[in-house]
């Protein structure tokens, strides 16, 4: 089964192809592709897509931060959809993201979908800015890249739901994407990849935002990509704007490594080793 748009006869190829457009995009890699699959296919996948909030086991998020419902791994998935996310999970798709990223560490992908699979956004919902969780929460690989596949057909620009990515400083957003149906957003992410869906959502109440989220991860990253702990979702404000977000609590040891010079804290690690 063909699960692209006939018109990529080679995702490696095409890989390559996108490269430069990939690593050269602000405000960090990215890059937004529409048709990227099969249109006819696609449209299975969004009509097999249940409604997250009258499902009994889904994860649902109602603070500050996020107002979302996710699904727990394939426990929805349809039988197309389950042959679509193992087809992203696959080879071809790796060596696609690797020409494409030009991430020297080998790249694997989470059959186990942890945070990722079937996204769904009511109405008053958002996602505000953040950067991911950098580790695996029970593999302890490093997450590399985001691939999300956008569900969403006859989507207007009123409804809203921009997926936004900004920059380092938080001061401004570089791109604003539409979740429209069969456009796929990719990017790198980092502890400075910050990204989200920060206005409440205002499409009708009879509809929602839909979306697939695949991560992929190595082992090992460049160190110039994180902070050096492991961390769950990093919130961050907007400049000008009147966000209030709750962040990540600060821990002892955060105030042991603020306070202690870094000479001496390496010193310490060495020793513990």
């Not at 692209?4 to 995009?25: R, S, V």
């Not at 449209?43 to 086991?57: G, M, R």
Request: glycine share 6%; net charge neutral.
């Amino acid at each position: 089964m063909n699960f692209l748009n006939p018109a990529i006869k080679d995702l490696k190829q095409f890989g390559k192809d996108k490269h430069e457009e990939y690593i050269n995009a602000a405000p960090f890699p990215n890059i937004v592709i529409d048709d990227f699959f099969d249109e006819k296919f696609l449209s299975k996948i969004v009509a097999d897509f249940p409604d997250l909030s009258k499902q009994q086991d889904v994860k649902v998020y109602d603070n500050q931060n996020e107002k979302k419902y996710e699904a727990k791994g394939e426990k929805y998935f349809s039988d197309d959809t389950k042959q679509f996310a193992h087809y992203l999970n696959s080879q071809p798709m790796l060596d696609f993201l690797q020409e494409l990223t030009g991430i020297k560490e080998t790249l694997t992908s989470d059959p186990y979908f942890v945070g990722g699979g079937y996204h769904e956004i009511k109405p008053g919902g958002l996602l505000k800015v953040h950067a991911d969780f950098n580790k695996h929460e029970f593999l302890k690989l490093d997450r590399r890249i985001n691939l999300l596949v956008y569900l969403n057909k006859d989507w207007e620009e009123s409804y809203g739901g921009h997926f936004e990515l900004w920059d380092r400083e938080m001061k401004q957003s570089h791109k604003k994407i539409l979740p429209v149906f069969n456009r796929v957003a990719i990017f790198s992410t980092t502890d400075f990849s910050y990204h989200g869906h920060p206005d409440p959502l205002t499409c009708p109440p009879d509809r929602s935002r839909k979306s697939m989220a695949l991560y992929y991860y190595s082992n090992g990253r460049p160190k110039s990509e994180i902070s050096d702990r492991a961390h769950a979702t990093l919130f961050k404000g907007r400049a000008g704007q009147n966000d209030e977000v709750t962040k990540e609590p600060i821990t002892f040891k955060d105030v042991v490594r603020e306070i202690t010079p870094p000479i001496l804290l390496k010193t310490i690690k060495q020793i513990i080793r």
